[in-house]
């Protein structure tokens, strides 16, 4: 069952800079509510031990004190403390997390997404308010979410009611910045300096530009795959570009450290690439895949 | 390659006094200099402008999903801490409850229909059939001496505070309901209503009919004209997000819903007002010994109070931005 959500929204700023957010999934979000209902559970459970373990203790102490009246007094309004402290943790539990934490609750900072303004921006306290005091709709019939469920199956950005009226989207939080920035800058520099990826033309014929960025792209990211599927990949790469390069196509197939000259091979292809001087980029448009990954 | 590295350096440099910066709370971008914010500024513009060509020349996903975040975070602190005031901003928070209510007679209208007119409906049905009384009411009610100047005990003083914070507690849950039912496109509000007044009209049409008015009446003045006006406001609010999705108009459900999104909830939080004041009054008030004619007068000034505030207060700014049709 594919439902029809995006899985990711572009928000425009008002200078023209369009923001990616990946959206939230069904699955991320329940198991954040999951452990939200787990631990608004233990937050109830230990107002009540603490309340009626000091609560005791007080009674005890008025009643050695032989005031019979204010003891009782004070279990009375300890128990309308009691009611009304749940009545908020019931309501207010999202709320206030939301809130005080710009759009994050415990379970789904465990869970690593979190609650934005349609906007971009953190959300506050009235969007908490909104999007939690409705949730008793979208947990129709309690405590299935079935029309919350439904509500965001269908919608495109995977909101519930609540989200919509408040004007609220869930995204995936990354938390570490990815480590390879090296790379991604040279790529900037070039191209803010008028040498973006161009077609390689060599002696014994033309290396694409797609080709160039797949290069970059399996170099970025190849060591992240299993060695079998870089060793695949690397060979699908580089295979072609071996009689241009003068390399032995056939002797190289059979040689046992294939993988790791194909990746010389890529690197020195990159390096050509990038120290080439900007010149009339030819057969841009080549239909290619676009990515392997 | 030295640009590179300068580029790099660049990006993090800025990722990294952003991160500083949002942490030092909503004021820190005030405490900056002038040179210091037109760097972060100038920075933030060669980030995004990176960023642009990143995604139209088909960099790396990681390059682009790297910049994206740094301007993320740097979009929300150099735009996060603007506060846009929006039209309605102007009226201070007193007067925004009133002014909601206002907006939207209409649904004012017709939660108090579906309130009242269920209530009135089956208080006649009862005195024309008293045997829709076993039908009717609950078990508990049938024999129900409500307190009175004769009654005077039925809920003990000691009992108070937690009888008022259990009638607190279970009003506000009621009035969020009608307030969040109204996603149902209203369906859920309106039946909520609906056996509220049944309820209510039952109860009455009952203790009318054993001769027992005058001592529910009594018990139900102090508090119940803040009780049920709440309620039938609640139910307002639950209508006017039903509206959006009955009525969007030119725009999208999802639009509607967040366009009067925030009158809903201001009147949703000025009804929770209204219920906590109501509460306290029914938990104290209500079974005291005043007598008779106290209690009406204590209906009439509470009712007059929330005429006088909900059709005066905040009326001389300009309109709410969600009011124009």
């Known amino acids: 069952m594919k439902s029809n959500m995006d899985e990711s929204v572009f928000i425009s700023t008002p200078d023209h800079v369009s923001l990616e957010f990946e959206l939230a999934g069904p699955g991320s979000r329940f198991s954040a509510y999951v452990i939200d209902f787990i631990f608004n559970v233990l937050l109830i459970v230990v107002i009540f031990l603490v309340v009626f373990l000091t609560g005791g203790l007080f009674t005890l102490r008025s009643l050695v004190t032989s005031s019979q009246g204010s003891s009782s007094w004070s279990a009375s309004w300890i128990l309308a403390f009691l009611v009304l402290v749940i009545f908020l943790i019931n309501w207010g539990y999202y709320i206030f997390f939301e809130g005080l934490w710009q759009g994050s609750t415990p379970g789904k900072k465990r869970v690593g997404i979190r609650v934005i303004r349609q906007d971009g921006l953190p959300i506050g306290w009235r969007e908490a308010a909104l999007r939690n005091l409705v949730r008793a709709a979208d947990m129709l019939p309690p405590p299935c979410y079935l029309l919350g469920g439904l509500v965001m199956y269908f919608d495109p950005l995977g909101r519930r009611l609540g989200d919509m009226v408040a004007g609220t989207y869930v995204v995936v939080e990354k938390f570490a910045l990815a480590e390879q920035g090296a790379s991604g800058a040279a790529w900037a520099t070039r191209v803010e300096q008028g040498r973006s990826r161009q077609a390689l033309t060599l002696a014994r014929g033309m290396i694409s530009a797609q080709q160039i960025g797949l290069i970059e792209q399996f170099l970025a990211r190849g060591r992240e795959l299993s060695q079998e599927r870089r060793a695949l990949l690397v060979w699908q790469i580089a295979e072609p570009l071996l009689s241009m390069l003068g390399e032995d196509r056939d002797s190289l197939a059979r040689s046992a450290d294939r993988t790791e000259r194909c990746e010389q091979i890529l690197l020195q292809v990159l390096d050509l690439a990038q120290s080439r001087e900007p010149h009339v980029a030819v057969a841009r448009k080549t239909p290619q895949p676009s990515s392997l990954f | ?325």
């Open chain 2, 1 to 325: 390659m030295q640009d590179a590295e300068e580029k790099l350096d660049q990006w993090m440099r800025f990722y990294r006094s952003v991160q500083v910066l949002l942490r030092a709370g909503p004021r820190a971008l005030r405490r900056l200099s002038a040179a210091e914010l037109t760097r972060l500024i100038d920075d933030y513009q060669g980030l995004t402008a990176d960023l642009a060509r990143a995604r139209s020349f088909g960099a790396a996903r990681q390059t682009v999903d790297q910049l994206n975040r740094i301007a993320v975070a740097g979009h929300n602190l150099l735009y996060g801490q603007i506060r846009l005031r929006e039209a309605g901003a102007t009226t201070r928070w007193f007067g925004r409850f009133a002014r909601a209510v206002r907006a939207h007679v209409w649904a004012v209208a017709l939660s108090a229909t579906m309130l009242f007119g269920s209530a009135v409906v089956s208080f006649v049905a009862i005195q024309l059939d008293p045997h829709l009384g076993y039908d009717l009411l609950d078990e508990s009610f049938l024999d129900f001496d409500p307190a009175s100047k004769e009654n005077l005990h039925n809920i003990p003083s000691l009992a108070r505070p937690v009888i008022s914070s259990l009638i607190i507690s279970n009003n506000i849950q009621v009035t969020l309901l009608a307030f969040g039912f109204g996603l149902t496109a209203g369906l859920g509000t309106s039946l909520l209503l609906i056996f509220n007044g049944i309820h209510l009209g039952s109860v009455a049409g009952w203790m009318t009919l054993h001769g027992k008015q005058r001592a529910l009446w009594g018990w139900i003045m102090p508090h119940g004209g803040t009780e049920l006006l709440a309620i039938c406001l609640a139910g307002a609010a639950g209508y006017l997000l039903a509206s959006a999705i009955i009525a969007p108009g030119q725009v999208r459900r999802s639009t509607a819903l967040k366009r009067v999104g925030t009158d809903a909830l201001t009147i949703e939080l000025g009804c929770m007002v209204m219920l906590v004041i109501a509460g306290f009054i029914e938990g104290f008030v209500s079974p005291s010994q005043i007598d008779y004619a106290s209690r009406i007068g204590v209906l009439v000034m509470s009712l007059a109070l929330w005429a006088i505030y909900l059709l005066s207060a905040g009326r001389d700014r300009t309109p709410l931005v969600s009011s124009d049709p």
